[in-house]
Every structure is written in structure tokens, then in C-alpha cells.
């Protein structure tokens, strides 16, 4: 395990807001589950530090991260300790609420997040939301953290996790990452690991793919795979509607110029399960009081 982490220091402070385009649900993430664990009033929004770290094992056609930044180059990033990084953080002038430790694949590093959790409580401050992204491609975080450590990370009152399921199946899946399909099936058995230490978590999906067939009936097999790991999975699930800009914009083929339409019967699907499978209630409960497991909450 390295004594330093390769990250890229960008200083980024990001606006996350709940607002999304017409016909996707609104993204609470990370606004409504930062202010529920630091006792503020409901949020559409939030400001957060964003560490990235430089180095991802899958190359996503959206990813809004130039591939140079996402290979460990060293003449695009540096190393810094994780105590340099919060301490960089709260030397700023009015630090955000929340410190995203984002990507990349944050969890190739998988000591960062409990690092930071330390570090932070090291300096006594208690006032501060960790979000961190995992792309659910690899198991570092029980080869790799001591069970002091994992404890530390799933048992964290103010740190929640984002987990991305990158399609809604093994052929979206393998378009969009260029990783084999049946690493589609693995995302689903690493976030039901997850989940099952107590972690807090919640999910993004993306729902690009080149062809609309069938999509109904695919969309309803997305959704019973979330719940069968638990059956509220999918009011924690929120859809990301890709958007081309920047560095992805040289990266369009026709057929994900085709996935970027196909996109919108995808979420259309996905609203239709959601209203079939949950009440109204159910569907308006704020993200983080949705319970994932009998008595979490
Ligand atoms: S997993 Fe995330 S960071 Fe990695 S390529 Fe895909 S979108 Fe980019």
C-alpha cells in the first residue's frame, strides 16, 4: 500500500444542485444526504472541495476527465499526502461543507477515504462531509484496509459513498466503459459487499447505448437486480443524463451520438418502474431517509 497517493490537485470547488433536465429526476447527490448527516435544513444544493485523484482502470466515452488525467501520468499530476490535502483544504478561505474525494477511480486508493476520515478528526473537525465516487470495478477495499479501517469508513457518521452502475446492462455496460460485460454482473456483487459492511450509500446509472430494443423490458431487469440486493435500491439509484462537452466531445462515434438520444427512452423506462414499483410517498422521501436494510434507519 503506498505511504502517498497519486492525486491530481486541481483545487476545484464544485456547485452540485439537485436541477436536472426536463424528464430526469432530480439529483440530490451529494446536497440532501451532506445536510442530513451535518444537521442543516434540506439542501438543492451544495458547494464541495473536489480532490481528484489521477488514474482510472476504465475509460468511459463521457467521462468529463481528459484520458490524459486518468492514467497516473507524472506530468500531469503530483503526489500529495492525504494530511497535506486536508490541510490545503481547510486553509482556504470559507472551505465548502463537503471534501469529494472523486476520480478517477478514487478506490485504486483505497486508504484515502479512511485517511481523510483520521486526518480530519486528527484536527478536530467535525463539521465536514465526506463524499467520495466508486465505480464498483475492484475489491481493494477488503484486500487492501485493515478492519480497523473499514469499520472507520462504514460506521462514519458524515461520509457517504456514490456508487455508478456504468448501463443498465451487460451490453450498455461494456459500451460505455470498454471493459468485458461481465464485469456488469460484478458491480452488482460489489455494491451488495458494500452495502453489507453499513456503509452509507447511494447510486448513479448511466443509460447510453446505441439501440432503443427492447428497452422497456431491460430497464425492468436493471431494476429488479437493484432490489434484489435490497428492495429500496432503486429510490438511491438516480440517473445521469450524459451530456457532451469538453474533453468527451472528440469522442463521439455515431453510435454514441445515437446513445446520447437512445438516453432519453432509457429514462423514460426507468421513471415508468419506479412509478409501478413504489408509492408516491415512497418516490418524494427525501434520498438519505430512504432505508436500504430492516432497521438501518
Ligand atoms: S469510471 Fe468514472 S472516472 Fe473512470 S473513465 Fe468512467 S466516468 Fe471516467
Redesign the pocket.
Known amino acids: 500500500m503506498p505511504s502517498a497517493a497519486r492525486r491530481q490537485y486541481d483545487g476545484n470547488i464544485r456547485h452540485f444542485t439537485a436541477a436536472t433536465s426536463r424528464g430526469w429526476p432530480p439529483n440530490p447527490l451529494p446536497a440532501a444526504p451532506a445536510a442530513a448527516a451535518l444537521g442543516l435544513p434540506p439542501a438543492g444544493q451544495v458547494r464541495a472541495q473536489v480532490f481528484q485523484n489521477a488514474i ?1 482502470n ?3 466515452w463521457y ?1 468529463f ?1 481528459p484520458f490524459a488525467l ?1 492514467s497516473g501520468n507524472p506530468q500531469r499530476s503530483a503526489w500529495f499526502t492525504v494530511g497535506g490535502l486536508v490541510d490545503a483544504y481547510l486553509a482556504g478561505q470559507d472551505p465548502p461543507p463537503v471534501l469529494d474525494l472523486s ?3 478514487p478506490d485504486l486508493v483505497p486508504e484515502w477515504v479512511p485517511w481523510t476520515l483520521r486526518a480530519l478528526a486528527d484536527r478536530g473537525v467535525g463539521h465536514v462531509y465526506v463524499w467520495s465516487d466508486d ?1 464498483l470495478s475492484n475489491d481493494y477495499f477488503w484486500r487492501h484496509l485493515t478492519g480497523a479501517q473499514r469499520e472507520l469508513v462504514a460506521t462514519h457518521p458524515r461520509y457517504g459513498r456514490v456508487c ?1 452502475f ?1 448501463g443498465f446492462d451487460a451490453e450498455s455496460f461494456a459500451f460505455n ?1 470498454r471493459a468485458a460485460p461481465e464485469l456488469f454482473d460484478r458491480q452488482f456483487e460489489l455494491f451488495a459487499r458494500l452495502l453489507a459492511t453499513g456503509m452509507d450509500l447511494y447510486a448513479y446509472a448511466t443509460f447510453t447505448v446505441p439501440s432503443a430494443d427492447r428497452i422497456g423490458a431491460k430497464m425492468a431487469r436493471f431494476a429488479d437486480r437493484l432490489q434484489q440486493i435490497t428492495e429500496n435500491l432503486p429510490l438511491r439509484t438516480v440517473p445521469l443524463k450524459i451530456e457532451v462537452w469538453g474533453p468527451a466531445a472528440p469522442r463521439i462515434s455515431p453510435a454514441r451520438q445515437q446513445a446520447l438520444t437512445v438516453q432519453a427512452e432509457a429514462v423514460a423506462a426507468w421513471n415508468a418502474e419506479i412509478e409501478t414499483r413504489f408509492t408516491e410517498a415512497d418516490r418524494h422521501r427525501p434520498v438519505s431517509e430512504i432505508t436500504l436494510r430492516p432497521g438501518r434507519q
Open positions: 482510472c476504465w475509460r468511459c467521462c476527465v486518468l476520480g478517477g477511480q465505480n455508478c456504468k466503459t
